[in-house]
Structure formats: C-alpha cells, structure tokens
C-alpha cells in the first residue's frame, strides 16, 4: 500500500456512502457527486484507507435534520419528486424547463432531481456521525467529502444546497463542546452556517470567499458583517468575513489564512473545530476565480491540524472534479499525516485514471496563473489582518 501506515497517537476516520456519489442534479448542472468516486479512486489506490477507520455512513433521519430544519421543509424535501413538484406546485412552472424558486428556493440552482432525499440525508448522516466520534473520542480527526454544504437555511435550498450537513454536525458538537471555531476556504460565502449561529458566542465562523456583491454569488460576507450590532447579543464580533477579489495566490491565501486563524484560536480557544475545504477555490475551477493549487489548499489543512483540536474536515464545492479528487485526495493525506509519503505521480492502477490525463496523472497540475492575475494587493491583505485583530481584541472568553 505504497508505506502508507495508520498515524501515531491519533486515530482519523472517513465517512463515506457511495450511493451518494451516483445521484445527478442534471446534465448541465455544475455540481457533480461523481467527483466523490474520482476522490474514492485515489484516496483508495494510494492506500490511505489503510490509515483510517472507514464508516460506511447511513442516511439521518426525518428527526435530525429537523434539529436545524423547519419540519414543512423536511416533509417538503422528502416527498418532492421531479414527477409530483409541478402537480403539488403548479406555480414553479415558469416554462418548457426549469422552475422559478419561490417554493423552498427550489430552481435551476436547487433543481428537484430523482433520489433528492436520500441524497440529502446520506451527505448529512456522515457528517452527523462525524461530529459524533469526535465527541466520543474515537476519532481525533472525522472527514466527510460529501458534505460542506453549507448555503441551505432553515426553510431554503440555496447554492446547489439543500440540508446543512454543517449545522446540523455544529449541533452535534455543541452537546459535549462549549466552543467550536467554523473555518470555510469554499470560494464561496458560507451564509448559511453563519447564519445559524449568528447570534451565539459558542460557534465562531470564519469565512474566507471571493466578495463582489453585485456580482458574486451569494452577494454577503463583507469585512464589516461581523456579528449582530446590539452590545447585548451574545454574537457581537463572533462572524468573522474575509472578503477577497479575484486570483489570489497560493503565498497570499496561505499568509492570510495563518493570520486571521491563529488569532481566532488564540482568543476563542475553541475546544473543536470544523473545517469547510469547499474546492472550488483551486485555479481552474469551473465557478471559481481563486489561483490555488492544491499545496496551496492543502497547507490550510495542514495549519488547522496543527493545533491539535478534535477537527471535522467536510467538502463543499469544487466544480472540476479532476481537481477537486485531486484536493481531497491530497487533504486525506495530510489527516493521516503521510502527505510526505505519496508519489505525486498517480499510482497506475487508479479507477479512472483517464480522468487526469490532461495534466499528466500528476497529484500537483500547476493551477496558477493563466486565467486570473492576483487582484489581491498587499494593502487589501494587510487591512483584512488588522480589522480582524481589532475585532477579536473586542471579544473576551
Ligand atoms: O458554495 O449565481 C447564482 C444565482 C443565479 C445565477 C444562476 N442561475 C441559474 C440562478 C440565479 C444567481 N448561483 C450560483 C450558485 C453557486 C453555488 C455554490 C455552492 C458552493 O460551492 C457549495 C456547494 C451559481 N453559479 C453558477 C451557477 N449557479 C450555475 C451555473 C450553470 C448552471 C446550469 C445548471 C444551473 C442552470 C444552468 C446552473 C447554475
Ligand atoms: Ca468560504
Ligand atoms: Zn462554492
């Protein structure tokens, strides 16, 4: 198994279902769960599964996804049928295709495709049990890939997301742990787990995105939205948002990155930790308009670890799903402490294996540079550190 062996002194553990990755938003949808199968395939041929305990995730139920959910909205979700939607809502109908998202925010984003609902409760189930062997302690770092979707409110679908696996793991942790820090290195805003915890000083999210309000989806996650405004709200300056502008580079990210989260745990001392590594911050993505590679996606996962708190490491978006395999796959590694240990050439017996033959079976394609030039200047970077230590210098634990 290419001398990959079971890390020392702590135990990693991977979540997974595979009927998940067999479901299909539709043709021309971005979100591909098959990027979850290529993840599978070189996380499996580089033989780290041999280093974490594997769980094959069952589906949450009714119940618990209603710890977070609205309960019309989980009915909603589970009887939805792409066949029944526009009988139970002939309103959606806006046209020969497609649907206008008054109804729950379902729409051409959140499309009602066959298997919604398993897929949903599957990709929340690892999460939640996840969050549960960190909170027994059987794991000391919990990874599910197919979960991170973290735009879905209360009531709404939003941004490809239907179930916020995040919240509902968040819950789980808030049980045995007084304080969780939220990082989310998706390029995208993480709304909607900020939104649930908005008003509490027991959860500290982070967000790191791409911020163009008019322009970028979803529009929120400004510098200056840091928490409720009244002094009596317990999660006064407990939001914490990094807004960026396009192409910012693997040194830049990792500089921020380390400055913004190491006052954070300095300061909220959270007792665990999730870790939203959303991929389609990576150069090249299909939605995104980051320059990273995957060293430099990585080293964020790398930093988090090295603090030694229980840690949650969940997907997110990730739209070229050769990459996003690539990422995960790499991230995997750094969990189980051998990213030193693998070749960077693609081991030859990888399931499709074909799939990475554009950048030529490497682990490390170089994504920088060509599409997008470092719109980020190191004044941008520099008033993003001191806003956020001034913010936190306001908090006290
Ligand atoms: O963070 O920008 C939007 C909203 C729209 C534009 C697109 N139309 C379809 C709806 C209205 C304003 N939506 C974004 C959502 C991005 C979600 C990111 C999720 C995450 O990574 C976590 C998992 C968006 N960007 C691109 C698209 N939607 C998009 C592109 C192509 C298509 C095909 C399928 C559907 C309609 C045509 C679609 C959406
Ligand atoms: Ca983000
Ligand atoms: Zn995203």
Same mark, same amino acid.
């Given at each position: 198994n290419n001398g990959i062996t079971r890390p020392k002194g702590y135990t990693v553990s991977w979540h997974y279902n595979p009927?998940?990755?067999?479901?299909?938003?539709?043709?021309?949808?971005?979100?591909?769960?098959?990027r979850l199968t290529l993840t599978k395939s070189l996380v499996l041929s580089y033989g780290m599964h041999t280093a974490m305990d594997s769980y094959l995730s069952r589906a949450a139920t009714k119940d618990e996804i209603a710890e977070f959910h609205k309960d019309d909205y989980v009915d909603f979700l589970s009887i939805a049928t792409p066949q029944n939607i526009y009988e139970m809502y002939?309103?959606?109908? &806006? +046209? *020969?295709q497609g649907y206008s998202?008054?109804?729950?925010?379902?729409?051409?984003?959140?499309p009602i495709f066959d298997g919604l609902f398993r897929y949903c409760s599957l990709y929340a189930g690892a999460s939640v049990d996840a969050a549960r062997k960190l909170c027994n302690k059987q794991s000391d770092i919990a990874i599910n890939w197919?979960?991170?979707?973290?735009?879905?409110k209360k009531a709404e679908a939003s941004g490809f997301c239907y179930v916020n696996d995040i919240v509902l793991a968040i819950l789980q942790l808030l049980r045995h742990h007084p304080r969780v820090l939220y990082i989310d290195i998706d390029v995208h805003h993480g709304d909607g787990v900020e939104q649930a915890f908005w008003?509490?000083?027991r959860v500290m999210c982070v967000s790191f995105h791409k911020y163009d309000?008019?322009?970028?989806?979803?529009g929120t996650g400004p510098?200056?939205? &840091? +928490? *409720?405004?009244?002094?009596?709200?317990?999660?006064?300056?407990?939001t914490i948002n990094v807004p960026l502008n396009d192409g910012i580079d693997d040194e830049s990210y990792a500089y921020l990155f380390q400055n913004v989260v190491d006052p954070c745990i300095k300061i909220f001392q959270p007792t665990a930790v999730v870790l939203q590594?959303?991929?389609?911050?990576?150069?090249?993505?299909?939605l995104g308009c980051f320059n990273l590679n995957i060293r430099g996606h990585g080293q964020c996962v790398s930093y988090v670890k090295g603090f030694g708190l229980p840690l949650l490491v969940v997907g997110g978006g990730g739209y070229t799903p050769r990459n996003v395999a690539r990422a995960w796959a790499h991230e995997t590694s750094i969990c189980i402490g051998a990213d030193s240990t693998l070749n960077p050439e693609l081991p030859d017996h990888t399931p499709y294996r074909d799939a990475f033959r554009r950048e030529g079976f490497t682990l490390f394609p170089n994504l920088s540079g060509w599409r997008k030039e470092n719109m980020n200047t190191k004044a941008d970077i520099e008033r993003i550190i001191k806003h956020v230590r001034d913010q936190l210098s306001t908090i006290r634990t």
């Open positions: 009927e998940v990755e067999g479901h299909h938003f539709g043709q021309t949808h971005p979100m591909k769960p098959w002939p309103e959606l109908a &806006t +046209g *020969p998202s008054a109804i729950y925010g379902v729409g051409d984003d959140c197919s979960g991170g979707l973290h735009h879905a008003s509490t000083d309000r008019e322009v970028f989806f979803p510098l200056e939205s &840091t +928490g *409720p405004l009244h002094p009596d709200n317990p999660g006064k300056n407990f590594c959303g991929a389609d911050s990576l150069g090249h993505d299909r």
